[in-house]
């Protein structure tokens, strides 16, 4: 089954890296990448900015470079970024922009609604929350009114979970990643997020799954394979990232 990995982060220590509460990463370069997957039908991806990367852009641009057009970029920049940045940010692969309310890193929640507007204006991305789905409610009516918003690991809480379901019957998308880090029943999330819309769910590795208490493993396609027809695998693990970065 061809795989549209949604999620994963590589990890150039030739470029800035920032501790982040207490954690620095250890390096993962494109190559480490492609032998994790060797084994999987890859048919790309999105490279996710991590909280500890900051506002760099070079390591990205750089990994976009190597893997190819079929993958793209999701990236934290500050407010003050000018128009013309993020278009040569665009030109160069970059298809999201990222705010991470759990560990920081990137630019406030309290930017959200007008610089989600302004990049989905200027150059058509969507913004990405790494978020615990309870907290959704505080910003719930924002997130509502915006063009596309996507939000990572299922929620990652149980109890976030009704929220986040809410917000997916508004058209907000979910990334069915980082079963290893969640805190939820992870088949009972996407058996519920999947039946609200079925467009919803975009599966990824979120390799090399930096702090999570479970790596990635193959168990983790195989339980989405075991949950759903064939129709809804294809949609969980490749239509649906791909129709949402390259649309």
């Known amino acids: 089954m061809k795989i549209f990995d949604a999620h994963f982060h590589i ?17 993962y370069m494109v190559n480490d990448y492609l032998k994790a997957t060797s084994h999987l039908h890859i048919g790309g991806g999105a490279i996710v900015s991590g909280s500890f990367q900051g506002f760099d852009q070079a390591y990205l641009v750089k990994a976009l470079t190597q893997l190819g057009p079929s993958f793209c970029g999701v990236t934290q920049l500050p407010y003050t970024v000018t128009d013309e940045e993020i278009v040569d940010l665009h030109n160069n692969g970059v298809r999201a922009l990222r705010f991470n309310i759990k560990r920081g890193g990137s630019e406030d929640v309290s930017k959200l609604d007008r610089f989600a507007r302004r990049v989905y204006d200027l150059v058509g991305w969507h913004s990405e929350l790494y978020i615990d789905a309870k907290s959704l409610p505080d910003i719930a009516s924002t997130i509502e009114a915006l063009p596309a918003i996507s939000i990572d690991h299922l929620g990652l809480s149980e109890e976030g979970l009704p929220h986040l379901v809410k917000l997916v019957d508004k058209g907000v998308r979910v990334k069915a990643t980082g079963f290893g880090r969640v805190e939820l029943d992870v088949k009972k999330a996407l058996q519920t997020i999947y039946n609200v819309n079925p467009d919803a769910l975009m599966f990824g590795t979120d390799l090399p799954s930096t702090r999570a208490k479970r790596p990635f493993n193959n168990a983790d396609i195989e339980l989405i394979q075991q949950l759903f027809d064939e129709q809804a695998v294809a949609k969980i693990l490749y239509q649906n990232a791909m129709q949402w970065y390259f649309k």
Do not use: A, C
């Open 11 to 27: 990890i150039d220590l030739n470029f800035p890296i920032n501790e982040n509460q207490g954690y620095t990463p250890p390096s």
